[in-house]
Structure formats: structure tokens, C-alpha cells
């Protein structure tokens, strides 16, 4: 009897790490549809069609493909049996979505008939990549997706602030930089430097620039041609610093000759606008976490218009959320201009994150259970038994140890699932019609009714 | 460009679906947790060895296998290239799992030495099945589970028993029967026929009985080879009828000579007793939809006490529940003796059940958003931001028209999303500092402070 085993990069989330998934879930669910967004969910598979051809040549190496059912090799020619692209598609026809991006574009380009435009989403499931597994990095993983398509108000940017906002607030992530750019800025600062075709290129270097530093990223674009000349125009605008206001003012100024830049700007500043209306704060900006940073590019050249990335401050790992405008989801499956705007939280990253800090609430890392009644013998049973389902009608999550074990065992079994109340019951309690309600941590005992008990927990 | 579609078999959930389906799993889930179970959630995908051999032939061939990734066909040997199940294994490693349950027993095999047993997990995840797919049958759907290992007291059937009859009273279903019988009062029907050990055959042919009639069943019996005798000795015992008691005495005095059937009474007996322990009433057989069922088979030899099944009374689509319990859950991975109770919720069915008797609170039906904001021009728009800001900070869901379209457009919009409220402000509203609160369902509209229109709506 060989030992089972998991593949590789899978992970079992064990109740007590269920329970604190699921409090960062709820909590982003909450904010989600408190914002208006709807629950989408989208099958496991989908057709290979719908997925290859749109994350790269190294993206469709890491799509999981599901084998078709029945002898699908008899359905195949001999010479297909040596070729593997051709054998591949005799064999699969089915894969696991690697994103919910293009799933979500799926079923817009579906149903475009009958949603209502503006559509706001959001969809939490997992996604499956064949990468290297590695630690943080794993095989299969949720992903925590909202956008609005069919408007480009950017009311739809200012609210994913505050819902970034909102989350990390709640979960008490208190120390975080929620950077902000656009796009058109960047195509601003090329059209600056005398190259407006060539942003995307520019874009993969700057987007270096926190790992390799300024002076890597300018040699890297001098090896991609950009010209001594531009190099030089180019470092101020990276090393940039300052207050939005300043940096805004800075701008203003090499934009005179680029419309697309003072476009971007304009865009910035109206979310910011929005955002001094809808939180009436003089120090919005700060309370908000925001940080205007020029040099943010995120490597998607998919993004038009706005783009974020939130960064957890004083923890090994940063990034834990990040999104963008883009203006065409569903070009690929024949429906053109469907724009909109959208972010992900990292449920893992934002998991560790929390764990480093150590501020999972106390009462979301114990057990779901509030209340274990022990159980002595059959008579305690007996007395026991309909004060439980009292307490249960009083919703509260209980549990009876179902055999009569010794009271050590039970009583492990209890601290073990951090259960934080026990319910004790023997003859002085029955004669007195009371239990002993003890509290797991503090150790204290109280002679209770059923009744006061309750009153006592909830 | 192709249009784009669903693999077989595999379905969206759009959100109005969605609220619906999060309405019964959250009805189920709570009160899992209100029951002292966790949660545990596996990977989708298992080794191929973890999976194959558990769900007999027939299963087997309906596993989802996922290909390993890379050039596989170059790694295959040429002979087997024209070996489907040779060639198979070279290619995939790993499944899609196709129920909980095995995942399950994987989970405690691979973690016995830190779980503390008894353990009360549940599992809400999708499974995926490579049948043909036909109505109400999907190659993608999610199962519902509650077991509890590592014990076999009495107390666990009971619960199970409750917890059935509080997610059903919660969801509004209110016609069911909770069908009830035990594996070894099956055992002590074929020892009373003379045929101790043909249980297992006696239980397929009783378990058509309510597709194809007694007299089929008799005749099914017959070509089994049990003789003239068993069958006219069986015939009344199917036939039985009768409350609760007057079942136990018949078959009491029929299971004279057999211990098992005897055993199969007492603990039968024992779980109603505890029910009437808990419940304090009179008519708690009633009261909780018990129906003693001799016949339930439930097809599955695993079982091996306590077998439930809940049919919903007046609708098509029956069976909404089941399970039972089993000895030897993990056997199969080396760990004997595993013992265990457990069930599952059908959500699709329950979905469709409630949908038949249109039984779905309507406010549950409704969109999760409570109110729209509308939005006239730049100046309404800002006049009513802040007012939104003060509506979620009340834990109200609400959202603003992103875009100044026409009035109708956004009144369309909030009509097919179904949001009972919508808040207006024009010229009027503004100067009175106040907004127009419109119930969408009534048409009632109220010129209201923000406070007060909160308050109306919480």
C-alpha cells in the first residue's frame, strides 16, 4: 500500500487555515457587493479555443489540458502518433482556465445580449498554471476578481480606491501604498523623449526599476536604441519625487507638446477629484494611501487608462493587489470596444502577509465552534442533550464530544480545536439544574443556567 | 473570428443565479458550523493513483485526466503509442477528483498524526464527471458533504438527522421525508430468508423498488436463484407498512434469530431516542419528517449502519440527500478501522426544487445591490457622492450610475438588475439638502435626509 500523496503545487487547506481563507474572502465579498458588483462564476473548463492564443507562447506551455475520455487513440492517424502538436488535439479538447480574465470575456461575448451594461463582476475561483512550483508560488490558486465593463467613467477608478481601501482597512492592514499611474503618461514621458512608438519597450525597462535600480533600467534602454539624448531627459522623470501636487506640476510642463500625456493627467486628476468629493477630507490622499507613481507600468501593455498596485509595506512580500483600464476585453472573440476597469486581490499574498504581521483577529483563528459540552456518562448525556439544542436554537455553533472519553481526552480535543468555551455537567450540576460554563482561556469557571450561559457567550 | 462556447456539460452561474445558489450554500454551510463541523477545502486536482480503483470500472472511466505538460510523446516509448492505457500513464499523472469523499480520506490518511479525532469536517467543492451530460446531469457540479471519522456513537446520526431538518425549515422546504434505515436490518432481512450472505444481492434488487413495483422486485429476487420460500417470506417485510413502532415490533419478532437484525433495531432505536432526548416533544418522528424505511438501500455496499435518504414531497426531482455510515474509510490508503457518518446536500437538485415551488425568499432573488444612485449631470453627480460615501459606511450596498445617460437608460439598468431602491436628486432635492428615495416594487418615493432614507432602507 503505496503512501497518497499530492501532486505537486496543490496544497489541502486544513480548517484552521480554512477559516482564516475565509475571512479574508468574506471580507472582500462584503466590499465587493457593498460597491455594487455581483457574484459570476465560470466552469473549471474551457474549451482550448477559448483560452490558447491569449497569455503568450509561455503562457500556453502552463495551461493544464484535460485528456477527452474514451480510447481517443484509435481516433487518431499513425502519423499523428509522432507529431505532438497534432496528437494534442486529437487527445484534448478541454482545458482549466488559467485566469478568470478571459473566462469573463467568454461569457460577456456570450450574454451580451442580455446583461446590463454596466456590468460590474466579481469572481472568486481558481486558476490553474503548470509553472514551477516554488514557494508563494503555486499550481493551483484563487484569484479574487472585480471589474465594470461597458462604461469608461472614472467614477468605476475612484471607487476601486476606496475598495482597496476598505479591505485592507478591515483586514487591518494598516501599512500599505496604493500606487496609482496611467497609462497615457506613460505614453506621455515616451512621446517626451522623442519616442512615442516605443512606450511598451520603455515600459519593460522602467517596470525594472524597483528590483534593478535607475541606473540598469537607463542602460537597458540605451541597449534597446533609446538615444544618449533621451537617456538624459528620461532620468529626472524617473527620479521624480515629491508630493502628487509636484510631481503633477513637473509634468504639466515636459506635456506641453503631448496630448496623450496631458490626457493621462487629466485622468488622474479627475479620479483624484472624484475622490475629494466622495471622502470631503482635506488629507484624502493620505488617508487613502495613495501614491502617484510615474514610473508604475505593470508590464500589461493590455492596460489603456488607469493603473494600480497595492504594496503591503514592511513585509517580505509586497504586492498583494493591482488592476488597470483597458479598452477592449472581448476584441479576441469578435465583440470590439467593450472597455472597462478592474483589480485582483492575491488571497495568498494578502494571507501571508497577514500571518507575517500577525493580525488575524483572535476570534477568526480559533475553531468555528464556540462551545464544546462534554460528555460523562450516558445520564449527562441525557441532561446535556436538550441544552444543546437550546443553545443552538440560540445560534450558537456547538458541538456534544459524541463519546463518553475520558475528560482529559475531551478536554485536549477542545484546546486542540481552540474551541473557547466548555459546558460541563455532573451530579451537583443536574441537582442545581445549572452547568459550568469554562472559559478556555482564562480558566474561569461559572455555575450557570442554561440560559445565563448563553446571554454569557453571544 | 469563431464564436466562443461552454464545453458540454459545464455551466456559467450568472449572478442572478448566483444569489440564489450562495443563498442555499450559505444556508447549508452555517448550519454545518452551527454543528460543530469545519471546513476543509482539497485540491481539484489528485494523482492518478489516488483516484483510480475507488469508484468501480465504470467510475473510473469517467475521470477527467489532465496531461502532463511538456513534450510527453517524445518520453513515450514506440510500442506505446499504440497502447491507449500504456500510453495514457506516460501522459498523465494526475485527475480532476470526482467526488469529496476520497479527497476526504486522503486528507486523514495523509494527516492522522495531527488531527484530533473525532474529526467534523465539511467540503463544498466542485467534482467533475465525464458522463454524458443530459438534463439535470453535469460534467461540472458542486457536492456538499458533512462527515464525521473517528467515532461511532449514535449522537453523530442524530445531528445528522437535525442538521437535514434545519437547512430544509431554513430554505422554506417543507414537504420531505427523511427516509431512515439501517444496513444491518437489511442483513437481518436475508438472514431471516435464509441467506446470510447474499445481503449485497438482495439489496440491488430491493433498491428498484420504487421504479419498478414488489412484484418485479419478487421477480428480480427469483432470477437471483433465492427460492419460492424467501420470497414469499420477503414479501410482507417489503410490503410493511405501518407507523414507526409497529415496523420495530414486526420486525422484532422476525429477527428472533438474527443478531445482526437485532443490532440493526437497536441502533435504529437508540438514534430516536437520542432525537426524543434532544427535541423534548411528543411528536418529534413527525415533527422532524422520519420515515423508517426498511427498503433503503441506497445501492451502496459501503454503508454499513445508519442509511438516510431525504426526498422532497409534490415536485419532480426527488432525492435532495443522503448518506450513511461507513466502517472503513481509509482503507483503501493503509489506515484501517476508520470509521465514520456522513452526508451530502444536493445543491443543483435543492436549487431546482426550490425554483419548482418557487420558494426563494425574495429577497433573495433580488440583486445584492439595495440602492442606485442615479446619476443626472457633473452636478448632481458630486452632490450625491458624498451621500453614497454615507450610505456604505451604513453597510448598505449601493452603487452610482457611472455615466450622465438618460434617466430611462438608468432606470432600465436598475430595473433588470432588480435593486428595490433608487435615490434621485435634482434641482429640488438639492436646494432642500435632501434626496428622493423610490421603491422600486411600490413606486412609492419619499423626499428624504440621507439619514432618514438610511434608516428606511436598513
Not at 221 to 233: I, T, W
Amino acid at each position: 500500500m503505496q503512501k497518497p500523496s499530492l501532486p505537486k503545487g496543490t496544497r489541502d487547506f486544513a480548517p484552521e487555515v480554512m477559516v482564516k481563507r475565509n475571512y479574508i474572502l468574506n471580507t472582500i465579498r462584503a466590499v465587493f457587493e457593498k460597491f455594487g458588483f455581483q457574484p459570476l462564476e465560470t466552469p473549471s473548463m474551457e474549451n482550448l479555443d477559448v483560452l490558447t492564443g491569449k497569455y503568450g507562447d509561455e503562457g500556453d506551455q502552463l495551461i493544464f489540458k484535460i485528456l477527452n475520455s474514451g480510447d481517443f487513440l484509435s481516433k487518431a492517424k499513425p502519423e499523428d502518433k509522432d507529431d505532438y502538436k497534432a496528437l494534442i488535439q486529437k487527445i484534448s479538447e478541454k482545458a482549466l482556465r488559467y485566469d478568470l480574465t478571459v473566462p469573463f470575456a467568454r461569457f460577456v461575448t456570450m450574454n451580451r445580449g442580455v446583461i446590463s451594461f454596466p456590468f460590474k463582476r466579481y469572481q472568486i475561483q481558481p486558476v490553474w498554471r503548470g509553472d514551477r512550483p516554488q514557494r508563494g508560488r503555486y499550481r493551483e490558486f484563487y484569484q479574487c476578481d472585480a471589474d465594470v465593463v461597458g462604461t469608461d467613467s472614472l467614477i468605476c477608478e475612484a471607487e476601486i480606491i476606496l475598495m482597496i481601501n476598505e479591505v485592507l482597512g478591515k483586514l487591518g492592514i494598516e501599512k500599505f501604498a496604493l500606487k496609482i499611474n496611467n497609462r497615457k503618461i506613460l505614453s506621455g514621458i515616451a512621446d517626451y523623449l522623442g519616442y512615442p512608438e516605443r512606450v511598451s519597450d520603455m515600459c519593460v525597462a522602467i517596470d525594472k526599476l524597483d528590483k534593478i535600480g535607475e541606473e540598469k533600467v537607463l542602460e537597458e534602454l540605451g541597449q534597446r536604441g533609446f538615444s544618449e539624448a533621451s537617456l538624459q531627459k528620461i532620468s529626472p522623470v524617473i527620479a521624480l519625487s515629491g508630493t502628487y501636487a509636484e510631481k503633477i506640476i513637473y509634468l504639466k510642463q515636459i506635456f506641453t507638446s503631448s496630448e496623450i500625456g496631458r490626457k493621462g493627467l487629466e485622468e488622474l486628476e479627475e479620479v483624484v477629484n472624484l475622490l475629494s468629493q466622495i471622502t470631503q477630507k482635506e488629507d484624502f490622499i493620505e488617508h487613502l494611501h495613495i501614491d502617484f507613481d510615474q514610473n508604475l507600468a505593470r508590464g500589461l501593455s493590455y492596460y489603456t487608462g488607469a493603473i494600480f498596485e497595492v504594496k503591503a509595506l514592511n513585509v517580505s512580500i509586497g504586492s498583494i493587489s493591482g488592476g488597470g483600464r483597458y479598452d477592449d476585453l472581448t476584441g479576441a472573440f469578435g465583440m470590439p470596444d467593450m472597455s472597462g476597469v478592474g483589480f485582483s486581490f492575491g488571497v495568498d499574498r494578502i494571507y501571508d502577509v497577514m500571518e507575517e504581521l500577525n493580525i488575524f483577529p483572535e476570534e477568526n483563528t480559533l475553531s468555528t465552534t464556540q462551545v464544546m459540552f462534554t460528555n460523562f456518562d450516558a445520564e449527562a448525556q441525557k441532561y446535556l442533550l436538550p441544552i444543546l439544542a437550546q443553545f443552538r436554537a440560540a445560534n450558537i455553533r456547538c458541538e456534544i464530544y459524541p463519546d463518553s472519553s475520558k475528560l482529559k481526552k475531551q478536554m485536549n480535543y477542545a484546546n486542540r480545536k481552540n474551541i473557547p468555551y466548555v459546558v460541563l455537567a455532573g451530579e451537583d450540576e443536574m441537582k442545581a439544574a445549572k452547568i459550568t460554563l469554562k472559559n478556555m482561556r482564562s480558566g474561569e469557571q461559572d455555575l450557570l443556567t442554561a440560559s445565563e450561559a448563553i446571554q454569557k457567550i453571544q
